[in-house]
């Protein structure tokens, strides 16, 4: 199914954004997961968000907190992180079509989040989806990677084909990259204005949905949570 582009204020994106994030947080409240307070082997350097989230982000923090922030991701602009080539809504289109998907790369031992302090995430309550769908059934301390079932990589990717979508005239890069691209002020009234340039270093622009990406083996079973995402968009 293809979703029409549509335009909406700064004010009702981020209100569709925390529902969606409400939605996608029932889900994951009703499985059984090895992650706790302090568990933070998935909290690297290469998290991804969209521009949407990221204005979510820095227009909440506290301005104290926030200028403490803002140095640690100065301080790890030199880090080595990963820089997404594509994005989800741009993947299902090359599927769609048949196109070739650019590799990725991508490593945890580029180092954790630049934010992270003593394990625990200082923005927890409205950190982006890439950490919210960061869930393991194992410990993952143990194992050295997230044990996440297909049915729940369905899940997440779903929900970051609608995040992307109702973010498509904005962009998607790394958690660092994003956040800095809002300390431009001319960045920042660009974006709350939907005039932004799509050509910022780092980062890559967005697309709407052109096909949800759902294996056949899971188009039943996702179809509540899709007919309340349909609802919301």
Same mark, same amino acid.
């Given at each position: 199914?293809?979703?029409?582009?549509?335009?909406?204020?700064?004010?009702?994106?981020?209100?569709?954004?925390?529902?969606?994030?409400?939605?996608?947080?029932?889900?994951?409240?009703?499985?059984?997961?090895?992650?706790? !307070?302090?568990?933070?082997?998935?909290?690297?350097?290469?998290?991804?968000?969209?521009?949407?989230?990221?204005?979510?982000?820095?227009?909440?923090?506290?301005? !104290?907190?926030?200028?403490?922030?803002?140095?640690?991701?100065?301080?790890?602009?030199?880090?080595? !992180?990963?820089?997404?080539?594509?994005?989800?809504?741009?993947?299902?289109? !090359?599927?769609?079509?048949?196109?070739?998907?650019?590799?990725?790369?991508?490593?945890?031992?580029?180092? @954790?989040?630049?934010?992270?302090?003593?394990?625990?995430?200082?923005?927890?309550?409205?950190?982006?989806?890439?950490?919210?769908?960061?869930?393991?059934?194992?410990?993952?301390?143990?194992?050295?990677?997230?044990?996440?079932?297909?049915?729940?990589?369905?899940?997440?990717?779903?929900?970051?084909?609608?995040?992307?979508?109702?973010?498509? @005239?904005?962009?998607?890069?790394?958690?660092?990259?994003?956040?800095?691209?809002?300390?431009?002020?001319?960045?920042?009234?660009?974006?709350? @204005?939907?005039?932004?340039?799509?050509?910022?270093?780092?980062?890559?622009?967005? @697309?709407?949905?052109?096909?949800?990406?759902?294996?056949?083996?899971?188009?039943?079973?996702?179809?509540?949570?899709?007919?309340?995402?349909?609802?919301?968009?």
């Amino acid at each position: 199914m293809v979703y029409d582009t549509f335009y909406m204020d700064m004010t009702s994106k981020i209100a569709l954004l925390d529902q969606l994030y409400r939605l996608f947080d029932d889900f994951a409240g009703k499985e059984t997961l090895a992650c706790k !307070r302090r568990c933070a082997t998935c909290c690297t350097c290469n998290m991804t968000l969209t521009t949407l989230e990221g204005y979510k982000i820095i227009s909440l923090l506290d301005a !104290r907190i926030k200028a403490t922030l803002v140095q640690h991701l100065y301080g790890a602009v030199e880090q080595r !992180r990963f820089k997404p080539q594509i994005t989800t809504n741009q993947m299902a289109r !090359r599927c769609m079509t048949g196109q070739e998907i650019p590799e990725e790369v991508i490593d945890p031992t580029w180092g @954790s989040c630049p934010f992270l302090s003593q394990k625990e995430c200082p923005i927890y309550p409205i950190r982006p989806f890439g950490c919210r769908c960061m869930m393991s059934k194992t410990i993952c301390a143990e194992t050295g990677y997230a044990d996440i079932d297909a049915f729940t990589l369905t899940v997440a990717n779903l929900f970051n084909q609608f995040i992307e979508h109702l973010d498509q @005239s904005g962009m998607t890069g790394n958690l660092i990259d994003v956040l800095l691209f809002f300390e431009d002020k001319t960045n920042l009234v660009a974006y709350q @204005s939907d005039k932004m340039d799509t050509a910022a270093e780092g980062l890559i622009p967005n @697309s709407p949905i052109p096909v949800l990406m759902i294996p056949p083996e899971h188009r039943r079973r996702v179809e509540p949570l899709l007919k309340a995402l349909k609802e919301l968009l």
